[in-house]
């Protein structure tokens, strides 16, 4: 099979459809550290910044969030996880700060990611995707 006349450099952006646009927003900018980037509130769209990448918040009942068709369910979810690299992975301090904020801490453990096996917590959102924070390849 012949190579794409491309190469990927890493994930640009990931899209959630959301229920509670403000309760997610917080989440995301309040509890991990994101910072709202840009706006378009007459298509339902709120985008976030974290890190080099962007997660963008769509609400299910806007004019964008219509077109994918019905919401996330407790059972049918957007995906299966969000994996986010953090710098200054302290595993204590981290589930500290998620407990603090009422975030539910999920399995903790080593896993293998894209820059290999490292440390990761896995938390969730307030409509329950699954978000793992992920620590630098152990030494």
Known sequence: MP???FSIEH???VVLRVRDVAKVQAFYCGVLGCAEERRQDE???VQLRAGRSLID???IDSKLGRLGGAGPESEKHNMDHLCLSVDGYDEA???AHLQAHGARVGDIGSRYGAQGE??????????GNMVELKGPPAA
């Open 57 to 59: 918040l769509v609400a």
């Open 3 to 5: 190579k794409p006349p």
């Open 118 to 127: 490292g440390p990761s917590i896995y938390t969730f959102d307030p409509e």
């Open 43 to 45: 298509i339902g769209l």
């Open 11 to 13: 994930i640009d952006h």
């Open 93 to 95: 301090s981290i589930v």
